[in-house]
């Protein structure tokens, strides 16, 4: 995801320090180059080393240390970035910045560089409110600063309130989201995801292995890309997308309403969710005792909610995903035709590495002139940038057509 980036980590003293290390191993995890740079205060809460380790790259620390002037170079650095993260960053770098201040490693090469600049703020609330720092912050943003604001909560300082550094995933995700080229903004995607959970009794139910990975993937690629995104999903276990508002749902007749009631704003509607396609007739008050008689539950078919949406389709792209354990194409162009949609996107869930609860996926894109389009094995994070490169390159093909 970052693979050929350059990306400078500058580390200035706070407590929430530590959370640079995490944010440090995501990074080099999605393929970046990272260079850290610490402040003087900085060192005093981590060490250079577990830095040097993580990045495989010499840290910089001093401005006038000839050995890591000559190695590193802040101009060269400066250069070289496609972008820089500061995190966390203090009030007194937030200053130095506004104020043209260059008196270190770190605020020197800021200064010297034209790669974008995201600041992630961490300090006590008092500081974070105070009028200075409001100003000086107003500054830098006007000259183009991008911020991750930071999140409420308890601070180390022991007062409760704005200041707390944004959890390193969320940093990671505007880093991701600042290099990535805006080639969807204005559009308004509605994406489903995970399974739906139909119940039987107070304590079970009938569902499926989605985890929502795929489409947790799909609602991440698009927002990233400048969409507006609605992720309706099923119960996973995962953390709602960042910048993407989250409805959940348990079973599919809520799922329906949810997606029903989302698509008339909708510019493209991605539906990823593995609905289950019955549910109990009749769902019992009472857990239902154990007896030495079999136990027959009767099942009634639920609503086809990417049916209902092909019925209104409009100028809206449907995507439909497939899953499938034979006759994979026939099945998935019958979901097509019958669906009334622009593209399928086909999993033949008996491969491995495919479908359910894996963090990658094998698919064949189906579309709606009959043409066809096999991919390899590969992440479902790089998979939705796939399709939603097919996505955006139909949407261009459609505006041609008006
Ligand atoms: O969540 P993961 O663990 O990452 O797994 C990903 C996935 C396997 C769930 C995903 O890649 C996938 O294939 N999702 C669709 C699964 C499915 O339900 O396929 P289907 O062939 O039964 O349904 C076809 C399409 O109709 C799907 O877009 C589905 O969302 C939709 N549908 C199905 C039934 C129903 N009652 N209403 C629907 O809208």
Redesign the pocket.
Known sequence: MLKGKEIVLGVTGGIAAYKAVELLRLLTKAGANVHVIMTRSAEEFVTPLTFQTLSMNPVSTSLFNLISEREIGHISLADRADLFIIAPATANFVGKIAGGIADDMLTTTVMATKAPVLIAPAMNVNMYTNPSYKENEARLKERGYQFVEPAKGLLACGWEGEGKLQEPQVIFEEVVAALTPKDLAGESFLV????TREEIDPVRFVSN???????YAMARAARRRGAAVVLVTGPTCLAAPWGVETVAVES?REMLEVVLAKAGASTIII???????YRPQQRAVEKIKKTDAPLVLELVK??????ELGKFKGERLLV?????TGSLLE?AAK?LTE?NLDMV?A?D?SQEGA????DT?IVKLLFRDGSLEELPLMG?DELADVILDRVAALRQRLAASR
Do not use: C, Q, R, W
Not at 192 to 195: D, E, I, K, M, S
Not at 320 to 324: I, R, Y
């Open positions: 489903t995801a995970g399974p292995h989605s985890s929502g990975k795929m489409g599919a539906k990823a969710a593995a609905v289950a396609d639920n609503p086809d909610i990417l049916g439909g995903f497939a899953a499938e099945n979901k669906k996107v999993n869930i479908g359910f609860n894996v996926n479902k």
